[in-house]
C-alpha cells in the first residue's frame, strides 16, 4: 500500500459502503458543467444520440431511441462523436485531480483504469425506478454464490454520482456491501422499502462514492430535475479484469481506440482500457443483470 496515500475514503467506503464529499466542485465548475450537460441532453432527448438509457428498462442492453425518447440517463460523454471539444470537457472532468485523488484513496493504488462516465438525468413523460440490485450479482444468486462474489476483489473498482443539481435519488442500505442479503431483503425486489435504507441526498457539486454491489436502487422523477454525472474507475489492469463484464456491457469497448486523451493522465488510463478491451475482444461477456 503506498505509504502517501491517504486512506480516509477507502476506510468509509469499507465501514458503511459508500462516501459522501461536500463541495467537490466550485460554484464555477458547476454552471459550466451545467451548460454542457443541457446540450448533451437536449440532443438526447431529441432521439440523435443512440447511447440512452430508455425509461421501462433498468439494465443493458438498451434499444435504440425513438424520435423523442423518454429517457433517464445518457451513455458515453467522453464518446469523439459529440465533438472533440465536448469530449475533452468530460475528459477534463474524469481525469481531475478532485475525483482521482478520491479514487486513488479508496482503491489504494496510483494506476487507474478508465471504465465509465455516464449522465442520470429526469425522465420527462413518466416517473422511473430502479429495482433493488447489486450491479454484478443476480438476484437469483445464493447466498454462498453472493458472498463469493462480494469477497472477490472488493477494492478492483470504484462507483460515483457527482450531482450538478439538489439530487435525492440514490437509496442505499447502508454495510450491505460486506454480507449476503438479509429473508427481508431477498423478499423485497422491487421498490419496496426496506430496513435502515438510507436515502443519499446530495446538493450540487456533491459527490458520493459507492462499492457497486452495495444494495441500492433509485427513484427518477419527471417533476424534479435531475443532472448527475456517473461514472466508475478501475484499479490497474491485472485487476480491472475482474470487471470486464461489468464495464464492456455497456459498449466502451467500441469506440476505446477512437478516443483522443486530453492530457497524460486520461491517455493512462484510457490505455489500460484499450489493454482489457482488446484481450476480451471476441469473448462473449454477456451481462450482469438482467431487466
Not at 33 to 58: D, F, T
Not at 162 to 177: F, Q, R
Request: proline share 4%; with cysteine; hydrophobic share 35%.
Amino acid at each position: 500500500m503506498p505509504a502517501q496515500l491517504s486512506d480516509k475514503y477507502h476506510q468509509e467506503i469499507d465501514e458503511n459502503g459508500f462516501t459522501v464529499i461536500k463541495g467537490l466542485l466550485t460554484p464555477s465548475q458547476i454552471s459550466e458543467y451545467l451548460k454542457y450537460s443541457q446540450e448533451l441532453v437536449n440532443r438526447a432527448r431529441s432521439g440523435s444520440w443512440p447511447y440512452v438509457r430508455l425509461n421501462g428498462k433498468q439494465f443493458p442492453p438498451w434499444d435504440k431511441p425513438t424520435d423523442k425518447p423518454d429517457i433517464w440517463g445518457i451513455t458515453h460523454l467522453m464518446h469523439p462523436k459529440w465533438g472533440q471539444k465536448t469530449s475533452d470537457k468530460f475528459q477534463e472532468i474524469y481525469s481531475s485531480s478532485e475525483l482521482t485523488n478520491v479514487v486513488k484513496d479508496i482503491l489504494q493504488t496510483e494506476e487507474l483504469t478508465m471504465e465509465l462516465f455516464n449522465m442520470l438525468i429526469n425522465p420527462t413523460i413518466q416517473d422511473f425506478e430502479l429495482a433493488w440490485h447489486r450491479d454484478d450479482i443476480k438476484n437469483t444468486a445464493t447466498s454462498e454464490e453472493e458472498m463469493a462474489i462480494l469477497k472477490m476483489d472488493a477494492y478492483a473498482g470504484a462507483q460515483f454520482n457527482l450531482a450538478l443539481t439538489h439530487d435525492e435519488n440514490l437509496i442505499v442500505v447502508p454495510k450491505s456491501h460486506k454480507r449476503v442479503r438479509t429473508e427481508e431483503e431477498r423478499s423485497k425486489l422491487k421498490f419496496e422499502q426496506i430496513s435502515e435504507q438510507l436515502i443519499v441526498v446530495l446538493e450540487p457539486g456533491d459527490c458520493v462514492f459507492y462499492n457497486p454491489n452495495i444494495l441500492h436502487r433509485a427513484t427518477y422523477s419527471t417533476k424534479r430535475e435531475r443532472v448527475c454525472l456517473h461514472g466508475c474507475y478501475g484499479a490497474h489492469s491485472d485487476i480491472g479484469k475482474d470487471r470486464a463484464r461489468l464495464v464492456l456491457q455497456h459498449g466502451v469497448g467500441d469506440w476505446i481506440d477512437e478516443l483522443k486523451p486530453v492530457n497524460s493522465a486520461m491517455k493512462e488510463m484510457s490505455d489500460r482500457l484499450k489493454f482489457i478491451a482488446h484481450e476480451m475482444k471476441g469473448k462473449e461477456l454477456g451481462y450482469s443483470l438482467d431487466g
